[in-house]
């Protein structure tokens, strides 16, 4: 049966440092549900507090109605896969992932079923009486989810679970487990720093800086509208651009950027003056700068660096300000292929930028 999780301000203290300081979110059930971000940010600290592991200075974490603050670990009926798998070497793939109900002294038969259904769930169970020693990375890596499943945890936690595999691998495995937690509906919390990652698995993020959640969204929220220029840059690549808000009609803006483009924006604000404009670099269209006329249309650049990376070319490009920015452009819209050394002319698409403020965080200003 699956389980809501609500975390409420909690806090998680060292001496003076706040590792989680004051957070709240509310898990649905059956959601794979990502906590994501830099190393030292707080995530596998919150992850630990719901499993049990650590302890909780302040507020509340809840299975359904359910406090668990003072529940022992073992006593939270909670499925963990850690990073190093965690694995017994000396015992078979079966009794590895049998060890659990074993515990929980099941019958013969039942047991055996269980084993059964949870490596056929995650594709191995031709190697149940295989070595842990051998067997590849990815392997061990399902052994330690038929593992983590087997128990029918109420809640599933998932601690960078990939990070020790090839990059092959790893999104063979992350199919893997969105396949298996969507057959059984179990809520799983899954921490990563890997950003591609946490946009292919997840149906909810929150990004966390310095033990803070920043944004809390889908995959598609989070990349498109990022609540702050934290998250922009850290969610793939964001370019960051100096504007300016020259004009704004309840909320109806102009904004300029390097006197050559002027862009039309909706903003949350009356406000006027100094932003920042973030655009990812699939957003801009970039043309050959044919004359003086072309380049006030857009702004003057010259190609630095030019990258092929399979579907798509990745340019850098330098600015007349002297900014660099980088430009992708798909193979299925090239008409020319640009190179080191030419001069470029960048437009921004249409409503594919997003308007930061200019304080330390930079808050987004656009709906």
Known sequence: MSHNVHISDALKTYGNFNAVDHVTIDIKSGELFTLLGPSGCGKTTL?????GFNSIEGGIISFDEKVINGIPAHKRNIG??????AIFPHLSVFENVAYGLKARKLKKDEIRERVLDALRMVQIEELKDRSPANMSGGQQQRVALARSIVVHPDILLMDEPL???DAKLRIQMRLTIKKVQKKLGITT???THDQEEALAISDRIAVMKSGKIQQIGTPKEIYTK????????FIGTSNILDGRVDENHGGNAKISIADKIVLSAKLKTDYTGPVKISVRPEEFQINKEKNSATAADGIAARISLKTFLGD???YE??????????VNQYLKDIEKEFEIGEAV???IAEHKFNVFDISADGWLLNE
Not at 80 to 85: G, P
Not at 317 to 326: C, F, I, K, P, R
């Open 80 to 85: 963990m896969v850690f990073q190093n798998y």
């Open 47 to 51: 992850l630990r507090m719901i499993a």
């Open 317 to 326: 490009v330098v600015l007349e300000s002297g900014e660099t920015v980088e």
């Open 163 to 165: 990070s020790n595999l």
């Open 226 to 233: 990022p609540a702050n220029k934290f998250v922009a840059c």
């Open 189 to 191: 919390i899954y921490v």
């Open 345 to 347: 002319s960048l437009h």
């Open 312 to 314: 798509f070319i990745n």
